[in-house]
C-alpha cells in the first residue's frame, strides 16, 4: 500500500478545518432535507416530492432558500428586539460548535479534546438556550408556550443522553472521542475480528436509549410538542420568518447530522474500518487515505441514522408534554442507569 | 404469535408506501405535465348552443345567484315552409354568464327548454382578474367544442323520454 | 304520551296535531314551556334534538325576485295575512323545539306562542336546566328572532358581531343581497320595432 | 380494555385534582389564550377562547360565527331546486348527504316517493359520501397529534370516491343530484364496476389506517381516556352520530327510522363504545367507514331496473304544511325543519346540524385538560365549520 505523506502547513489545516467544519454541517443539513424531508417524505405518502426545479427537484433546497432570503425580517412590535435577532444565532452556533469534536479520520480531527464526549454533551444543550429566549422574545404567547416546553423537554431528555453514553465511556475507558473510534475498531469479538467491535453490541440498550433522547433533542416527531405546528403553530418559530426562519430550518437538520455523527462515532465505530482488514494495529499505523475515506463513511453511517429519524418522524404521532416528560424521567433514566450499572459491573468483572 | 407492538406496525405501512411508490410510481399525477380527465358528467364549464336559444329568460331565472344576464330582441326569420308567414324570433344579443359568481350547481342547463346549454368538463379557464371571469355568448359558444357525448347508462336504467 | 303530557301540564296543551306514522307537535302556554321540556324528559324524552322559532308573518319583500314592469299585484289580503302551521297558534312568533325518545323511537315537536309585552320584548322560559345543550340553541334564537330566554346565562350573540342591530330571520329584515342588484329573470327582449303592438308577449 | 381505560381515566383525573391544588396552593397567575380563528387544528375558522393555568385550561369556551352564511335566511328566498343547491354547502365533505334529508322533507308534503331504483342509488351516494367524510377525518386525525403521513393517504384515497361522485353526478364536493321525486340521471355505464374496486381500497386504506395511527401506542396513549362524555352528558347536548354512539348510546337514524331510503335491505352493524372518551369517537367513525364500505358493496349488487324520477310536476310548488326529516349523516344527525305555505319555495327551514349541537359540548368537556388535549379533543368531536354556522 501506498503511503502519501502530505505535509500540510498549519495555516493551511487551519484553512480546511474551518471549511471542512462549514461543510460538515451544511452538507448534512442538504442532503436531509433534500433526501428525507422532500423526497422520502413524499414516496412515503405517495407522492413524488419537490420535481421541478433541477433533476428531479433535486435543486428545491436552493430555490427554498432564495426564496427565504427575499422575505422581510419582521419583528413583532413587543419583542425584545436584540435577543429576538440573537436567538437563532445562538442555535446555529450551538451546532457548528459541537461538530468541532467529531473526528472524521486519522488526522481529520478539528480538535482534538481528551474530554470530547464532555464537550459535546456539554455543548448540545447550549441550543436550548437559543431557543428559550427565541420563545420569550417573540411576544407571543404560543411562542412561549413552545419555549417553556422545549426548555423543559431537552433538560429532561439531556440526562438520559449523558447517561447513555457513560455506558460507551466506560467500555471504551476514554472520553475522546477519537479513542472510541479506535477501541471500537480495534476491538474483537471473541477473538474474531471482522467487523471490529461496535458499541452497538453490547450497548444496544445505550444506543436505543441515545437516539430516543437525539430524537427528543432534535424536537422531531414524536417529541415534538414545542414546535407542534398543529397546536402551537410551531411554537417557539412562530413569529421568525425570512432569514432567521431559514437559520432555525438549517440548525434544525445540521443538528440532526452532527447528534447522528456523534452517535455513530460513539455506537457504530465512527470513520473506521476495523483495522484487521488492513493489519493496522493501532491509530499511528492508519494509512492517509483514510482522511477521504473516513469522512464518507461517516456521511454513509449519518444517512443511515437520520433516516431512521426522519422515518419516525413521518410515521408517528406526537406525545403530550407530560407524557413524554413522564417518559423521560420514569422510564429513560432508571433505564440508563440500570446500563450503566451492568456495564460496570461487566467491565470490572472482565 | 406475540403481537406486533403498533409502534413496528406504523414503520411498516410507512416502509411499504416508500416502496410501492418507487415501485409502481406516485398516485400523484405532474399536474402540468401530465393531466387527469375528468369523467364525461363533470360540471366544468357551461356551453351555449346560441342557435337554440330563444331568449326564454328560464335559466336566468332558476339561477341561484343570478349570474346569468341575457338581453334579447325580436325579429324576422324566414317562414319554415315556402309561401308561409315570417315568423318572429327572439334574437340573443347579450347572454353572459360571470363564473365568479357561478356556483355550479347545472339549474340552467337542466331547466333549459331547447337544449341550448350543456355542461363540459373543461376545467382550465382561471383568470388573473375577476372581471374575466364573466363570459360572453361567443366564449360560451367555443366551449361548445368539449362538449361531450351524453354517456351510456348502467344496467337496469330507463331510457329517458 | 299526549295523554299523560296532558295530564302533567293540565290547560296548558293548548292544541295537538297528529300525524300517525310520521310526527307530533304539541302546543303549550309559554309559560309552561320548561315544565313541558321537564315532563317530557321525565317521560324518557331525554335527547335534545333542536330548538328555534318562526316568525309566520309573510315577507314583505317576497323573493326579491320582482319585475318592476309588470303591474304591481292586488292588495291580496291573504298574503299579509298569518296563518299558523301545524297545531294552531295565535301570535306572530311561535317558539319551536323538539326532543326525542331514543329508546320508544319517537319524537315530540313541541310549539309555544310568544307574545311580546308592553316593550315589544317576547320572552320565554330557557331550557337549560331540562337540557343542557339548549344553551346555543337559544343563543341562536336570541340572535336571529331577538326572543328573550328567562334564566338563560349570556345571551351573546353567536354569529353575528355584538353590535348588529335587527334580528336577520324575521321576515321583516331584508336580505340585502337581493336588494342591492336587479333581479337578472326581468324579460330584457326588444320588441321588435315595426310589431310594438303585439310585442309585449315573450 | 374497559377495565384498563377506566383506570386511565381515574389517575388521569387524579392527576389533574392534583395539579389543579398544587396551582391553587402557588397562586399562580392565569393566561388567556386565543385558540383561532386562523389556527391550524380548527379546520375551519373556529376560535376558541381559553384562559389557560400553566398548561391546563381552566375554561374554554367557543366562538363561532366566522363562516354564518345565514342558510336559513336565504333558503326562504330560493326555490326548492335552488335550495337543493345550497344546503349542499353546509357540510362540504360530505355534500350529497345533505340534500337527502331535504329532499326527503319535500317528498314527505308533496306525498311523492321516489322509485325503487333511485332509492338505490341515493343510499349508495349517501354512504359514498360519508366515506369521502369520514376518511379524511381519519386522516385529519394524525394531522392533529402530529403525524403527516396519515392524512396523505387519506387524500389519496378519497380522490378514488371523489371521482365516482362525481362521475355519476359530475359534482365533486357539490353534486346537487337529487331531486324531488328522485335523481337528475342515472348511473353511467361502468360505474358499478369501479365502485366495487374503490370498496376495496377503501378497506385497506382503514386496515393501514388502523396500523399506522390506531395501533400507535402514543396514539392510544394521546387519546385514551381524554375527554370523556357520559351518556347522559352526550343526550342532554344532543350529541349524535359517533359521538353518541361512542358514549354507548345505541341510536342510529339510518336503522332507528322508516325512511324511504335502502337502509332495510342491507345488513350492517352498528357499532358502539362503552367508553365515550376520544379514542372511543375515532374508533367508531374508523368502523364506521369500513361498514360504510360493506353497505355499499351489498348495494351495487342489489340494484332494482326501473326509473330514477317518480312523475312530479315541473314546476315545484309544494303543499302546505310541516315536515321534520333528519338523517344520519357523516357528522351526526342533520335534519330540516321545512314549512311551505304552498309556494314555489319553503317558508322557514330550520336547519340541524350535527356539528352546532356536537360542538355545543366543548366548554362542558374541555374543563380541565391540558392545551394539547384541546386538539385532540375537536378533532375526535369532529366539526365541519360551514356545519357549525351554516
Not at chain 1, 193 to 216: K, R, W
Not at chain 4, 44 to 72: C, F, K, S
Not at chain 4, 137 to 156: E, H, K, N, S, Y
Not at chain 4, 320 to 341: D, F, H, I, Q, R
Request: proline residues 6%; glycine residues 8%; aromatic residues 10%.
Amino acid at each position: 500500500m501506498l503511503h502519501v505523506a502530505v505535509e500540510i502547513p498549519y495555516w493551511g489545516q487551519s484553512l480546511l478545518r474551518v471549511l471542512g467544519g462549514i461543510a460538515a454541517v451544511l452538507l448534512p443539513a442538504g442532503t436531509i432535507v433534500y433526501l428525507f424531508l422532500f423526497k422520502m417524505m413524499s414516496f412515503m405518502q405517495s407522492r413524488l416530492g419537490p420535481m421541478e426545479a433541477g433533476p428531479f427537484g433535486s435543486m428545491q433546497l436552493f430555490a427554498e432558500v432564495g426564496k427565504w432570503l427575499q422575505k422581510e425580517d419582521i419583528i413583532p412590535e413587543n419583542a425584545d428586539e436584540r435577543i429576538y435577532k440573537m436567538a437563532p444565532i445562538i442555535v446555529l452556533v450551538s451546532t457548528f460548535l459541537l461538530v468541532v469534536v467529531v473526528p472524521f479520520g486519522p488526522d481529520a480531527w478539528f480538535t482534538n479534546f481528551s474530554a470530547g464526549v464532555f464537550y459535546a454533551l456539554a455543548i448540545g444543550s447550549v441550543s436550548v438556550i437559543g431557543i428559550l429566549v427565541a420563545g420569550w422574545s417573540s411576544a407571543n404567547k404560543y411562542s412561549l408556550l413552545g419555549g417553556l416546553r422545549a426548555a423543559g423537554q431537552l433538560i429532561a431528555y439531556e440526562l438520559p443522553m449523558v447517561l447513555a453514553v457513560v455506558g460507551v465511556v466506560i467500555q471504551a475507558g476514554s472520553m475522546n472521542l477519537q479513542d472510541i473510534v479506535v477501541a471500537q475498531n480495534t476491538g474483537s469479538i471473541f477473538g474474531w475480528d471482522g467487523i471490529g467491535f461496535p458499541f452497538v453490541i453490547t450497548q444496544f440498550l445505550g444506543f436505543l436509549i441515545f437516539m430516543i433522547a437525539v430524537q427528543a433533542e432534535l424536537t422531531q416527531v414524536p417529541f415534538d410538542m414545542p414546535i407542534a405546528e398543529s397546536e402551537l403553530v410551531s411554537g417557539y418559530m412562530t413569529e421568525y420568518s425570512g432569514f432567521r426562519f431559514l437559520i432555525f430550518f438549517i440548525g434544525e437538520f445540521a443538528t440532526a447530522g452532527v447528534f447522528a455523527f456523534i452517535a455513530s462515532v460513539l455506537f457504530l465505530g465512527g470513520w473506521g474500518v476495523p483495522f484487521a482488514w488492513f493489519g493496522w494495529d493501532s491509530l499511528d499505523q492508519v494509512d492517509n487515505w483514510m482522511n477521504i475515506g473516513g469522512p464518507l463513511i461517516m456521511l454513509t453511517k449519518m444517512m443511515v441514522l437520520t433516516g431512521i429519524i426522519m422515518w419516525v418522524r413521518f410515521s408517528y404521532p406526537r406525545f403530550r408534554e407530560d407524557q413524554l416528560q413522564r417518559f423521560a424521567w420514569k422510564v429513560l433514566i432508571p433505564l440508563s442507569l440500570a446500563n450503566i450499572a451492568v456495564t460496570a459491573i461487566v467491565k470490572v468483572a472482565i | 404469535m406475540p403481537k406486533v407492538p403498533g409502534l413496528v406496525k406504523g414503520l411498516g405501512v410507512t416502509m411499504g408506501t416508500l416502496f410501492r411508490t418507487v415501485k409502481e410510481g406516485a398516485d400523484t399525477v405532474q399536474y402540468p405535465h401530465a393531466k387527469e380527465a375528468p369523467p364525461v358528467r363533470a360540471r366544468g364549464v357551461i356551453a351555449l348552443r346560441e342557435d337554440n336559444c330563444t331568449a326564454c329568460m328560464l335559466c336566468a331565472r332558476s339561477c341561484p345567484d343570478w349570474c346569468i344576464y341575457i338581453e334579447g330582441h325580436k325579429q324576422l326569420a324566414p317562414p319554415r315552409r315556402a309561401g308561409g308567414k315570417p315568423r318572429q324570433v327572439n334574437h340573443l344579443d347579450r347572454f353572459d354568464i360571470d363564473y365568479a359568481l357561478c356556483m355550479y350547481c347545472g339549474i340552467c342547463v337542466e331547466v333549459c327548454p331547447f337544449d341550448a346549454l350543456f355542461w363540459s368538463p373543461e376545467y382550465e379557464y382561471s383568470e388573473p382578474k375577476i372581471a374575466d371571469l364573466l363570459h360572453d355568448k361567443t366564449k360560451l359558444g367555443e366551449w361548445m367544442e368539449t362538449v361531450p357525448e351524453a354517456p351510456e347508462l348502467e344496467a337496469g336504467a330507463e331510457k329517458k323520454k | 304520551m299526549v295523554e299523560r303530557l296532558r295530564a302533567d301540564l293540565g290547560d296548558d296543551v293548548l292544541d295537538v296535531h297528529l300525524m300517525s306514522e310520521v310526527d307530533v307537535w304539541v302546543r303549550v302556554s309559554v309559560d309552561a314551556w320548561r315544565r313541558a321540556g321537564q315532563a317530557l324528559r321525565d317521560q324518557g324524552f331525554d335527547y335534545f334534538c333542536f330548538l328555534s322559532a318562526i316568525d309566520w308573518m309573510p315577507s314583505p319583500y317576497g323573493r326579491g325576485e320582482d319585475d318592476p314592469s309588470a303591474e304591481p299585484a292586488e292588495d291580496d289580503p291573504s298574503a299579509s295575512e298569518i296563518r299558523q302551521g301545524y297545531a294552531g297558534g295565535e301570535s306572530r312568533f311561535q317558539l319551536l323545539a323538539r326532543v326525542n325518545d331514543i329508546r320508544r323511537h319517537v319524537a315530540v315537536t313541541l310549539k309555544a306562542d310568544l307574545v311580546p309585552d308592553a316593550d315589544g320584548v317576547m320572552t320565554a322560559p330557557s331550557w337549560i336546566a331540562v337540557h343542557a345543550g339548549a344553551n346555543w340553541h337559544e343563543r341562536e334564537t336570541h340572535e336571529m328572532f331577538g326572543i328573550h330566554f328567562d334564566g338563560h346565562p349570556d345571551l351573546r350573540n353567536m354569529y353575528l358581531p355584538g353590535d348588529f342591530e335587527g334580528f336577520p330571520l324575521r321576515k321583516d329584515f331584508p336580505l340585502l343581497a337581493r336588494m342591492v342588484k336587479p333581479w337578472p329573470g326581468i324579460v330584457d327582449v326588444e320588441p321588435m320595432p315595426a310589431a310594438a303592438d303585439g310585442g309585449d308577449e315573450s | 380494555m374497559t377495565m384498563l381505560s377506566e383506570r386511565q381515566q381515574l389517575s388521569y383525573i387524579a392527576a389533574q385534582a392534583a395539579d389543579a391544588r398544587l396551582n391553587v396552593e402557588l397562586e399562580t397567575e392565569g393566561m388567556t389564550l386565543n385558540i383561532g380563528p386562523q389556527h391550524p387544528a380548527t379546520h375551519g375558522t373556529l376560535r376558541i377562547i381559553a384562559r389557560l393555568d400553566g398548561e391546563q385550561v381552566v375554561w374554554a369556551e367557543p366562538v363561532a360565527g366566522y363562516m354564518h352564511r345565514g342558510y336559513e335566511k336565504l333558503t326562504e328566498v330560493r326555490t326548492y331546486p335552488q335550495v337543493t343547491a345550497l344546503i349542499n354547502r353546509i357540510d362540504w365533505l360530505g355534500s350529497f348527504a345533505n340534500e337527502v334529508p331535504f329532499i326527503l322533507a319535500a317528498e314527505q308534503l308533496m306525498e311523492v316517493e321516489a322509485p325503487p331504483r333511485a332509492q338505490h342509488i341515493r343510499t349508495i351516494l349517501f354512504e359514498l359520501s360519508r366515506i369521502a367524510n369520514v376518511s379524511l377525518f381519519l386522516g385529519d386525525l394524525g394531522v392533529q397529534m402530529g403525524a403527516v403521513t396519515p392524512v396523505f393517504m387519506a387524500f389519496r384515497d378519497r380522490e378514488y370516491v371523489l371521482n365516482l361522485i362525481e362521475g355519476a353526478t359530475g359534482g365533486r364536493f357539490h353534486p346537487n343530484f337529487d331531486r324531488i321525486g328522485g335523481l337528475k340521471d342515472d348511473l353511467p355505464k361502468g360505474w358499478i364496476d369501479e365502485t366495487r374496486q374503490v370498496m376495496k381500497k377503501l378497506r385497506n386504506f382503514c386496515d393501514e389506517i388502523e396500523d399506522l395511527l390506531f395501533g400507535n401506542e402514543i396514539f392510544q396513549s394521546r387519546t385514551r381516556g381524554i375527554g370523556v362524555i357520559p351518556a347522559e352528558v352526550a343526550k342532554e347536548y344532543g350529541l349524535s352520530g359517533a359521538n353518541l354512539r361512542a358514549s354507548g348510546v345505541d341510536w342510529d337514524l339510518r336503522r332507528d327510522q322508516k325512511l324511504p331510503l335502502a337502509y332495510d335491505k342491507v345488513d350492517f352493524r352498528v357499532w358502539t363504545h362503552p367508553d365515550g372518551d376520544s379514542w372511543a369517537r375515532c374508533w367508531i367513525r374508523l368502523q364506521e367507514v369500513r361498514e360504510a364500505t360493506k353497505i355499499v358493496d351489498q348495494l351495487i349488487e342489489t340494484i332494482p331496473a326501473g326509473p330514477v324520477m317518480a312523475k312530479v310536476p315541473r314546476i315545484i310548488k309544494v303543499p302546505e304544511g310541516e315536515a321534520w326529516v333528519s338523517t344520519e349523516n357523516p357528522l351526526g344527525e342533520m335534519g330540516y325543519y321545512v314549512v311551505s305555505k304552498g309556494d314555489l319555495g319553503p317558508f322557514r327551514v330550520k336547519i340541524r346540524s350535527a356539528s352546532f349541537n356536537n360542538i355545543s359540548i366543548t366548554p362542558w368537556v374541555l374543563k380541565g385538560v391540558y392545551v394539547p388535549d384541546i386538539i385532540t379533543i375537536l378533532a375526535s368531536l369532529y366539526f365541519i365549520l360551514g356545519d357549525i354556522d351554516r
